[in-house]
């Protein structure tokens, strides 16, 4: 299991791809090398051959049958066949064992050539009888021919074989080993760094002391500690964000709930008031529960929000000017003292399909907002309404006439706590607004905001799904 674990790791992969390609390297060296070796030896042997038998010619007697054959023994060869000025001239010979089974010509071989008459020479074990032939040392004449065995050229071209396969053995275990030592210093240690601090930071993610310090001087390992240390940066940051947003959300929902109580008991006593005789109580009074009404909702729907829940809208048809109208009725009082106008381009027919009570919030956010953005400049200004439709969609457009919204509220316009168009506000408004409007399918946009004023779309799909179609 140990050993399994250690060729699963960076290190031990690493050791045994080194040494296969060290051993494939050195396997391509020994090819030529075995091939070269063989032909220093047959070449040894034509120099030898060459020398006994110019020796013999210098001797103007005849030589013994013994010293001939110890010549060709120390020699290493059966016969010496010498051609000098045209002439073909057995200078040496003995008894041939068997018959000559092959030939060789190393006047002048390809490197092909070499390589698999040695594999040739090295695969068969016979001992067979060969003649090889060569140019003689110094031109001392034009050819020089000898008979040899190649069992004793076999032997030792295993053993040479053997002594290279052990330095290429001892080769690749050392350079193995050296880089081995190099990846662990330069590529493991490193990373075994940057898991311990991933390790570290996962324990205790809020605390900045675990964040690491880039320290490598390798390239890519240092952006890999950069971007480490950005992630934990940001992560951390959100954590801290996430964590004050969710004691925030239980402060509002304990708010909402005791808000809830008190606007149930303000219902009571406004539901009474609708009995009132007196005319401008009876006038005012179905404004008034109207917006108790909706101020319950809104606590109870601020309570599903800090559930992350947001009941999925009642659709139904009915027709946009009258919700307009009731959206712009409850916020003109307000925007009496800064001389703003509010414009209606709904046409008094058109209807459309959706929850009346999601839509009026988003309106009312919308509406609001505009209000409060012209009433911001203490100038005069327009908020404007209107409505149409197209084969796939009913849209609803809401500008204004005032500055604009800042860059900032631009970048994070749609979400919570970040999106504020106005000083104080929370930018709970635009949040919740476009999370009621892809609840219906639909999306929520900015068109544009610049000097000339700000104008939202709304945009509800005509598309009926199948759930609804059920429903």
Same mark, same amino acid.
Not at 296 to 312: D, H, I, K, M, Q
Not at 332 to 359: C, K, M, Y
Not at 457 to 468: A, F, G, H, S
């Given at each position: 299991? #140990?050993?399994?674990?250690?060729?699963? %790791?960076?290190?031990?992969?690493?050791?045994?791809?080194?040494?296969?390609?060290?051993?494939? #390297?050195?396997?391509?060296?020994?090819?030529?090398?075995?091939? !070269?070796?063989?032909?220093? *030896?047959?070449?040894?042997?034509?120099?030898?051959?060459?020398?006994?038998?110019?020796? /013999?010619? #210098?001797?103007?007697?005849?030589?013994?049958?013994?010293?001939?054959?110890?010549?060709?023994?120390?020699?290493?060869?059966?016969?010496?066949?010498?051609?000098?000025?045209?002439?073909?001239?057995?200078?040496?010979?003995?008894?041939?064992?068997?018959?000559?089974?092959?030939? *060789?010509?190393?006047?002048?071989? @390809?490197?092909?050539?070499?390589?698999?008459?040695?594999?040739?020479?090295? @695969?068969?074990?016979?001992?067979?009888?060969?003649?090889?032939? !060569?140019?003689?040392?110094?031109?001392?004449?034009? $050819?020089?021919?000898?008979?040899?065995?190649?069992?004793?050229?076999?032997?030792?071209?295993?053993? *040479?074989?053997?002594?290279?396969?052990?330095?290429?053995?001892?080769?690749?275990?050392?350079?193995? /080993?050296?880089?081995?030592?190099?990846?662990?210093?330069?590529?493991?240690?490193?990373?075994?760094?940057?898991?311990?601090?991933?390790?570290? *930071?996962?324990?205790?993610?809020?605390?900045?002391?675990?964040?690491?310090?880039?320290?490598?001087?390798?390239?890519?390992?240092?952006?890999?500690?950069?971007?480490?240390?950005?992630?934990?940066?940001?992560?951390?940051?959100?954590?801290?964000?996430?964590?004050?947003?969710?004691?925030?959300?239980?402060?509002?929902?304990?708010?909402?709930?005791?808000? &809830?109580?008190?606007? %149930?008991?303000?219902?009571?006593?406004?539901?009474?008031?609708?009995?009132?005789?007196?005319?401008?109580?009876?006038?005012?009074?179905?404004?008034?529960?109207?917006?108790?009404? &909706?101020?319950?909702?809104?606590?109870?729907?601020? $309570?599903?929000?800090?559930?992350?829940?947001?009941?999925?809208?009642?659709?139904? &048809?009915?027709?946009?000017?009258?919700?307009?109208?009731?959206?712009?009725?409850?916020?003109?009082?307000?925007?009496?003292?800064?001389?703003?106008?509010?414009?209606?381009?709904?046409?008094? +027919?058109?209807?459309?399909?959706?929850?009346?009570?999601?839509?009026?919030?988003?309106?009312? +956010?919308?509406?609001?907002?505009?209000?409060?953005?012209?009433?911001?400049?203490?100038?005069? !200004?327009?908020?404007?309404?209107?409505?149409?439709?197209?084969?796939?969609?009913?849209?609803?457009?809401?500008?204004?006439?005032?500055?604009?919204?800042?860059?900032?509220?631009?970048?994070?316009?749609?979400?919570?706590?970040?999106?504020? %168009?106005?000083? !104080?506000?929370?930018? $709970?408004?635009?949040?919740?607004?476009?999370?009621?409007?892809?609840?219906?399918?639909?999306?929520?946009?900015?068109?544009?905001?610049?000097?000339?004023?700000?104008?939202?779309?709304?945009? /509800?799909?005509?598309?009926? %799904?199948?759930?609804?179609?059920?429903?």
């Amino acid at each position: 299991m #140990a050993r399994a674990h250690f060729l699963n %790791t960076l290190s031990g992969r690493f050791l045994m791809l080194t040494t296969v390609f060290v051993m494939l #390297a050195e396997v391509l060296i020994f090819v030529p090398s075995v091939a !070269g070796f063989r032909e220093d *030896y047959l070449r040894l042997r034509l120099e030898r051959a060459q020398i006994a038998s110019l020796a /013999l010619l #210098a001797s103007e007697e005849m030589i013994s049958e013994d010293l001939e054959r110890e010549l060709l023994a120390n020699a290493g060869v059966f016969n010496v066949v010498l051609r000098r000025d045209e002439m073909r001239q057995l200078v040496l010979s003995s008894p041939i064992p068997s018959p000559v089974d092959a030939s *060789y010509d190393l006047r002048d071989p @390809t490197g092909f050539s070499l390589v698999r008459d040695a594999f040739t020479d090295l @695969t068969d074990s016979r001992n067979r009888v060969i003649r090889v032939i !060569g140019e003689p040392v110094r031109q001392a004449g034009l $050819l020089i021919e000898v008979t040899i065995e190649s069992g004793p050229m076999r032997r030792e071209m295993i053993e *040479y074989g053997l002594r290279i396969l052990g330095l290429s053995a001892v080769i690749s275990v050392l350079t193995a /080993l050296l880089l081995f030592l190099a990846v662990q210093r330069l590529l493991v240690a490193p990373i075994r760094r940057v898991v311990a601090h991933m390790s570290s *930071y996962a324990e205790a993610p809020e605390d900045a002391r675990r964040f690491i310090e880039p320290t490598a001087r390798v390239v890519e390992l240092r952006e890999a500690e950069d971007a480490l240390q950005s992630l934990q940066t940001q992560l951390t940051g959100a954590l801290r964000q996430k964590e004050r947003l969710a004691q925030l959300g239980s402060a509002v929902a304990k708010i909402s709930h005791d808000l &809830r109580n008190i606007l %149930t008991t303000a219902q009571l006593f406004a539901d009474r008031m609708e009995a009132s005789e007196d005319p401008a109580v009876k006038r005012a009074a179905p404004k008034l529960v109207n917006s108790i009404a &909706r101020a319950v909702n809104l606590c109870e729907s601020t $309570l599903t929000f800090g559930r992350a829940e947001e009941p999925p809208p009642r659709l139904a &048809r009915f027709m946009l000017a009258g919700l307009v109208t009731e959206v712009l009725e409850g916020e003109r009082p307000a925007a009496e003292a800064g001389e703003i106008e509010f414009v209606i381009d709904v046409a008094p +027919n058109l209807t459309i399909r959706a929850d009346s009570e999601q839509l009026h919030r988003v309106l009312l +956010n919308l509406v609001r907002n505009a209000r409060q953005a012209i009433e911001a400049t203490k100038k005069a !200004g327009t908020v404007e309404v209107g409505a149409g439709e197209d084969d796939g969609f009913w849209w609803i457009r809401v500008g204004d006439t005032g500055p604009g919204l800042p860059d900032r509220a631009k970048a994070h316009l749609f979400q919570p706590f970040q999106g504020g %168009t106005r000083k !104080g506000g929370t930018g $709970l408004g635009l949040a919740i607004s476009a999370e009621l409007v892809r609840g219906h399918g639909g999306r929520l946009e900015l068109v544009r905001s610049d000097e000339d004023g700000t104008e939202f779309m709304i945009r /509800l799909p005509k598309t009926v %799904t199948q759930t609804e179609v059920a429903a």
